[in-house]
């Protein structure tokens, strides 16, 4: 029986190398080569019409219907998920609402050419601001897509430090940190996944070993990595033609994050009722997300405890709470940065 147990134990851990290692090739391929591929194949679907301002605005109509089904789908993937205490459609969602950013590999002159289409699912935003034509709503839109542009203040100080201290050429440094970054993201991702296949294959129930034992939510922060490298794509590496300026997206960033961050929160309230105590001591000494020193993480909770009187967020309206006022915080910075 001993036997049989280490070989099965073999297996699981052979099988979780294999899965983990086909989903990272995927994200890393997904992130840096499909793009370009997908953005060659969609041109000739979806034209650059450029300074035909008639032919953009007929596609625009044509479209326009679709874009608000999509749009539609997307915050109701997130909000029933939310209701219904779905957090797959949560995710689903959040990630359908994150899929634009992939349209900056598109360099042209019209927002939907090419790889641009997956804007669709921001239109009704962009549509919400002020001006006559689209080219003039895509540059109004900037006033509330970068309304989360405080989220660029850790790398606005590294770059700083790099460039101007240390002489680094600003466009090299923003390309070296994007591939750092998708890499370490990718590299996150590859050991949390094979951990947690591992630990399914064998009915652990409670993961609290590997890179589980430093953080309890792995998989979410190369996620939150992951997509903050190709915000950082969208600010400093995509180079439009002229005319062809489309905002970053910081807000939308923002909110996907957050989204994912609430997602994580009552999935640690969910398991707190399923296990109890012995997930609750693995909660107590265990950093949510990221690594931060006790102090500091019980810090960023006392608003909540002063309003709840207790340790740790469980329902969906104090999970709001906590979040809210920090997103808030983040969008006034915003304003003022």
């Known amino acids: 029986m001993w036997v049989v147990g280490k070989v ?10 294999a899965l983990s290692t086909t989903f990272t090739i995927a994200l890393l391929y997904s992130t840096l080569e499909l793009p370009n591929v997908l953005n060659k194949l969609l041109v000739g679907v979806f034209p650059d019409y450029g300074l035909k301002l008639e032919e953009a605005e007929q596609f625009l109509s044509q479209i326009r219907p679709i ?10 993937l997130i909000l029933f998920g939310i209701i219904l205490k779905r957090r797959r459609l949560v995710k689903l969602g959040s990630l359908a ?4 950013t992939f349209s900056y590999f598109a360099s ?3 927002f939907l050419t090419g790889i641009g289409i997956l804007r669709i699912v921001w239109l009704p935003m962009i549509e919400l601001a002020p001006g006559d034509t689209w080219s003039q709503k895509v540059y109004a839109a900037a006033t509330f897509l970068e309304l989360g542009d405080s989220v660029y203040m850790p790398y606005d100080f590294l770059r700083f430090s790099f460039t101007n201290l240390i002489g680094l050429v600003p466009d090299l440094f923003d390309s070296l940190f994007f591939n750092f970054i998708v890499y370490l993201s990718a590299l996150i991702f590859f050991v949390s996944c094979t951990t947690w296949f591992y630990a399914k294959f064998n009915g652990i129930k409670i ?3 590997s890179i589980y034992r430093y953080i309890r939510h792995p998989q979410y922060l190369s996620f939150i990595l992951w997509s903050y490298g190709l915000l950082i794509f969208d ?4 180079r439009p033609p002229k005319g062809g300026y489309f905002a970053p997206p910081p807000l939308v960033w923002l909110i996907v994050v957050f989204t994912i ?5 009552y999935e640690d309230s969910a398991m707190f ?3 109890g105590q012995k997930y609750g001591e693995y909660r107590r000494k265990t950093p949510f997300i990221t690594p931060l020193p006790k102090v500091i993480s019980r810090g960023i909770l006392f608003p909540f405890r002063k309003a709840f009187k207790k340790e740790y967020p469980e329902r969906w309206f104090e999970i709001a709470f906590i979040l809210g006022i920090y997103g808030l915080a983040l969008i006034i910075t915003s304003i003022l940065y």
């Open 8 to 17: 099965r134990d073999k297996q699981s851990a052979i099988t979780a190398l």
């Open 67 to 76: 874009s608000y089904i999509c749009f539609i789908t997307t915050i109701a």
């Open 97 to 100: 609402l994150y899929l634009p």
């Open 108 to 110: 042209t002159m019209f």
């Open 207 to 209: 993961i609290d070993f």
């Open 235 to 238: 600010k400093y590496l995509f």
């Open 261 to 265: 961050l609430a997602v994580a929160l």
């Open 273 to 275: 009722r399923t296990f």
